[in-house]
């Protein structure tokens, strides 16, 4: 089993920044894709960054150049810094990872952005 442990969620005003971190209890080694996820209230959880094993990112249209994926391979760690932030990009943000045979999700973390 892998764990997943994010954190880094808050509530915040338009346009200020936060940075998200999901924490694997596995080696990157052992995980070929991870992304961030997001779900807002009475919504479905929609993909919002993704990121390889080999560090190749994608991004939602409504996240491009204001978010930005990124890895740190020796700690195990992904990141999510959010810039920018809009009122809309209020939700809950799940970690995901997926192995050769299995695929988890962190429990998430709250990120609140008030107009």
């Known amino acids: 089993q892998v764990q997943l442990v994010e954190s880094g969620g808050g509530l915040v005003q338009a346009g200020e920044s936060l940075r998200l971190s999901c924490t694997a209890s596995?080696?990157?080694?052992?995980?070929?894709?991870m992304a961030w996820y997001r779900q807002a209230p009475g919504k479905q959880r929609l993909l919002v960054a993704s990121i390889t094993s080999g560090g190749t990112t994608n991004y939602v249209d409504s996240v491009k150049g204001r978010f930005t994926m990124s890895r740190d391979n020796a700690k195990n760690t992904v990141y999510l810094q959010m810039n920018s932030l809009k009122p809309e990009d209020t939700a809950v943000y799940y970690c995901y990872a997926v192995g050769r045979s299995w695929h988890y999700w962190g429990q998430g973390t709250q990120v609140t952005v008030s107009s």
């Open positions: 596995r080696s990157f080694f052992d995980i070929n894709f």
